[in-house]
């Protein structure tokens, strides 16, 4: 069983920045790859980006490459989303998930443990 826990979230205007964190329990973290995805009001769940076991490897959704940054801290269990010159289309419920199988891409039916998600609001 594998818990997550986002924090980090909260109201920022539009330009501003914010550090989403995703604490994960369990003593094999660093064999899992780990995404954030994000939903909108009124919209489906979408990807943001993932990151592998390693960190080696990240890819970002095209309409956050250059704003966002996903990292990890394997050592502390933890993956990050760096979120810089946030618009207020990117308000949304931001969930961190788990692909313990380690397998690295988009789609979410590949990630088997979710978090509750943290609120991220961008005014204008």
């Known amino acids: 069983q594998v818990q997550l826990v986002e924090s980090g979230g909260g109201l920022v205007q539009a330009g501003g920045s914010l550090r989403l964190s995703c604490a994960a329990s369990?003593?094999?973290?660093?064999?899992?790859?780990m995404g954030w995805f994000r939903q909108g009001p009124g919209k489906e769940r979408e990807f943001v980006a993932v990151?592998?076991?390693?960190?080696?490897?990240?890819y970002h959704a095209d309409s956050v490459k250059g704003r966002f940054t996903i990292s990890r801290d394997n050592a502390k269990n933890t993956v990050y989303l760096q979120m810089n010159s946030l618009k207020p289309e990117d308000t949304a419920v931001y969930y961190c998930?788990?692909?313990?199988?380690?397998?690295?891409?988009?789609?979410?039916?590949?990630?088997?443990?979710w978090g509750q998600g943290t609120q991220v609001t961008v005014s204008s």
């Open positions: 369990g003593r094999t973290f660093s064999n899992y790859a």
């Open positions: 990151i592998s076991w390693s960190g080696r490897n990240t």
């Open positions: 998930a788990a692909a313990t199988s380690g397998v690295y891409g988009t789609n979410p039916e590949r990630f088997d443990y």
